[in-house]
């Protein structure tokens, strides 16, 4: 026989394993700004002291998960640059070397028009 406790106990991970859901989506929806202040917070109040063993450690665990979300932002944008940076490149390369675009094929052709005139 269950009781209401142990249907209320049994739900409880469910409910829990949502909110981390929620969290986490809640989390990610932050941008780096938000993130990166709310990081400076809570980095300020672990400094000032003062609070619980266990308020210690929801604020370091919080922190741990905006620092998470600051750094892929950070990776995101690094991605994005090295892209950019990366064609520019490619285009500085073939404005050097307008053959570099090329085939070896098409570069014979190039030649052997060149000897004929």
């Known amino acids: 026989m269950t009781s209401d406790t142990d249907t209320e106990t049994e739900a409880e991970p469910e409910s829990g394993a949502k909110a981390a859901t929620d969290a986490a989506?809640?989390?990610s929806a932050l941008s780096y700004e938000q993130a990166r202040g709310?990081?400076?917070?809570v980095v300020q109040q672990?400094?000032?002291?003062?609070?619980?063993?266990?308020e210690s450690l929801a604020l370091w665990e919080r922190g741990e998960e905006l620092?998470?979300?600051c750094r892929?932002?950070?990776e995101g944008a690094r991605a994005r640059l090295?892209?950019?940076?990366?064609a520019e490149a490619e285009a500085e390369e073939d404005l050097?070397?307008?053959e570099a675009g090329l085939s070896p094929e098409d570069s014979d052709d190039t030649e052997d028009a060149e000897d004929t005139e």
């Open 96 to 98: 050097e070397d307008p």
């Open 38 to 41: 709310e990081l400076v917070r």
């Open 46 to 54: 672990l400094e000032a002291g003062g609070a619980s063993l266990e």
């Open 82 to 86: 090295d892209k950019v940076l990366e």
């Open 25 to 27: 989506q809640a989390l």
């Open 72 to 74: 892929e932002w950070l």
């Open 67 to 69: 620092a998470r979300v």
